[in-house]
């Protein structure tokens, strides 16, 4: 993997990634935030949608969930969004990865782990070494934690860090070095 991008799940982020060469897709793994739109009546079906009409065939999509408030969207045991795209994503022949975090609950991490086991792409998780951002780097018992709850071996688990804003170069040199440091 040579390129990983955070998008904002939007309809040009979409349309960027649709018309990218089979090059460039090779080297490219995209992270998609959902991002709350008060002005989408239906921001996960608007997300998948976009989803199925521009993600390349054979591209893996990770989906970040966790901007998004942690509501029941469908009935039953489970039903966060995470749930329901997985489950959207999935009918629509759309291969997915979920993200999850240290912070998440026990209920979020089952979701996490529901939707991994019918997609088959492992899980992404998001580590942020940037210090405004107050995730915690976890231990190795924590970890060990994590992957349980997820049901998932570590080589199943892609670890982005998230080193936050970088607004110019003379400032990239603190975040990577919080980067190095978290890993």
Do not use: N, W
Not at 27 to 53: G, K, N, W
Not at 60 to 84: E, F, K, M, W
Not at 95 to 113: H, I, K, N, Y
Not at 163 to 173: F, I, Y
Request: charged share 25%; proline share 6%.
């Amino acid at each position: 993997m040579a390129y990983v991008p955070i998008l904002k799940g939007k309809a040009g982020e979409f349309l960027a990634l649709g018309h990218v060469t089979a090059e460039v897709q090779a080297q490219l793994r995209s992270v998609m935030e959902i991002v709350p739109d008060l002005e989408l009546r239906d921001l996960l079906e608007t997300f998948c949608e976009h989803a199925m009409e521009h993600v390349p065939d054979g591209m893996i999509l990770t989906v970040d969930c966790g901007a998004l408030p942690p509501v029941r969207v469908l009935r039953g045991d489970v039903g966060r969004p995470l749930v329901r795209v997985g489950e959207s994503l999935g009918l629509r022949g759309v291969a997915m990865c979920p993200v999850f975090r240290c912070s998440d609950t026990d209920e979020g991490l089952a979701e996490v782990a529901a939707v991994s086991a019918v997609h088959l792409r492992g899980a992404c998780l998001c580590i942020s070494a940037a210090e405004d951002l107050g995730d915690s780097i976890p231990c190795g018992d924590q970890m060990r934690d994590l992957l349980r709850a997820v049901r998932l071996a570590p080589d199943e688990v892609d670890l982005l860090v998230d080193a936050g804003p970088v607004h110019s170069d003379r400032a990239r040199e603190l975040p990577a070095e919080a980067t190095t440091e978290a890993l």
